[in-house]
């Protein structure tokens, strides 16, 4: 009744939607970075929508089933194994008591999602089942899984199902350069006008310093417009006075090196935010790797809510479509 | 005698020795068991320790101590 950790992978951790409703008293969401490649997968298997389910990173666990299940593997282009017989990814699939999953060298992306009949029974936290591994809570004991650990599967099973499929057209690439949309503000006033278009230019590239808390980035350096700093704000003209910081939002701290703050990030502080990653990009954020390159494309607040009721229209879609 | 190249599992920042100040984990001319460690690399502030996959002799580093590297990428040449 449970899944069985032999070898953890680089970072894996259990998710779900995420922790919400605390973001006020400083409690980041945490949950999937790559939103999509998780409902996905719950659809596949035919969970509940918000089971709980794991996320790689780079690294791929091994997994031993310890009773019949139904499992998905969505995310990252990554080779998947059952008793090193390949399995298809974006397909439910049946596995028998006893068999191990493991993954091969990833092709592209960054972070492969495992999704199991009833999603992962972890206790919930502040309604949520995903780990915060900065403050070691949520999850599976509040950290990154380790070799030995046991996951019970949970009862969150609706109608789990072998050979459920996403159409090819559905599975996201994930190309070296990826294109995230960026709504501009809420400080943008305060870099250059030729630096804001030298950021919105650049091709910035994923440096080593990339993970759930944040990805920095290298590629140009910006310039601040010469000011006399408000009451609060510090020296440092990359400081405004402090504010809340949203999910995605863009800062660069000293001029070089911008951070795309994601779902584990701190929730406010004092550094200007140039602008906001829109929220169904950070899927395609979550799964570039250090190396990779991202363009920020602006868009206007029209613009951005477009984009993300396009995409949340395509995952109903692709979910009704898995249900039926 | 045939040569071999260990590459890197995942990408970020290659080091060829455990800490600034300790000795490197592997010289060239040295001999290496399947399974040795024979250098880092850091990504998300963790480091994985890169595993010679063959047994051999070290010919070459294919990259340099802090070099970044990326997935797939060849990192160090054996003569096995």
């Known amino acids: 009744m449970s899944v069985i950790v032999r070898d953890p992978g680089l970072e894996t951790t259990v998710q779900d939607t995420g922790r919400l409703g605390y973001y006020s008293i400083g409690f980041p969401p945490s949950g999937a970075l790559d939103s999509f490649a998780y409902h996905v997968g719950n659809a596949l298997v035919g969970n509940e929508p918000g089971a709980a389910g794991l996320e790689a990173v780079y690294l791929g666990p091994t997994l031993e089933f310890t009773q019949d299940t139904v499992i998905a593997v969505t995310g990252a282009d990554i080779p998947a194994f059952v008793d090193d017989a390949e399995i298809p990814t974006w397909e439910s699939v049946a596995v028998p008591a006893g068999s191990v999953l493991s993954f091969g060298q990833l092709r592209a992306g960054a972070r492969p999602y495992v999704a199991v009949a009833g999603g992962i029974d972890v206790p919930l936290y502040y309604g949520s089942r995903s780990t915060y591994t900065l403050v070691g809570i949520g999850g599976f004991q509040g950290r990154a899984l380790r070799a030995g650990d046991e996951l019970p599967f949970g009862s969150l099973a609706r109608d789990p199902r072998a050979g459920r499929r996403v159409d090819d057209a559905d599975i996201p690439s994930h190309p070296s350069t990826a294109e995230v949309h960026l709504l501009v503000g809420l400080h943008s006033y305060r870099l250059t006008e030729d630096s804001l278009a030298r950021f919105t230019d650049t091709e910035w590239k994923v440096t080593p310093d990339a993970n759930r808390v944040g990805y920095r980035f290298r590629g140009a350096e910006l310039e601040f417009v010469p000011r006399e700093q408000p009451f609060g704000a510090g020296s440092d003209p990359a400081n405004v006075t402090d504010c809340g910081y949203p999910v995605g939002s863009v800062q660069v701290p000293g001029g070089v090196e911008p951070i795309v703050l994601l779902q584990d990030a701190v929730t406010g502080g004092g550094y200007a935010t140039l602008g906001t990653v829109v929220s169904v990009d950070r899927d395609r954020l979550a799964q570039t790797k250090t190396g990779d390159r991202t363009r920020f494309v602006p868009v206007d607040l029209d613009g951005a809510l477009e984009v993300r009721r396009d995409r949340l229209a395509a995952l109903d879609r692709i979910r009704s479509a898995l249900a039926s | ?80």
């Open chain 2, 1 to 80: 005698m045939a040569s071999h190249k260990i590459t890197s599992r995942t990408p970020g920042v290659f080091y060829h020795r455990p800490s600034p100040d300790a000795d490197p984990y592997v010289t060239t001319g040295a001999s290496v068991a399947e399974g040795d460690t024979v250098g880092l690399v850091e990504v998300m502030k963790t480091f994985h320790e890169v595993k010679a996959d063959a047994a051999g002799t070290v010919s070459a580093f294919l990259v340099e101590n802090e070099d970044e590297v990326t997935i797939g990428q060849d990192l160090v040449e054996l003569e096995t």
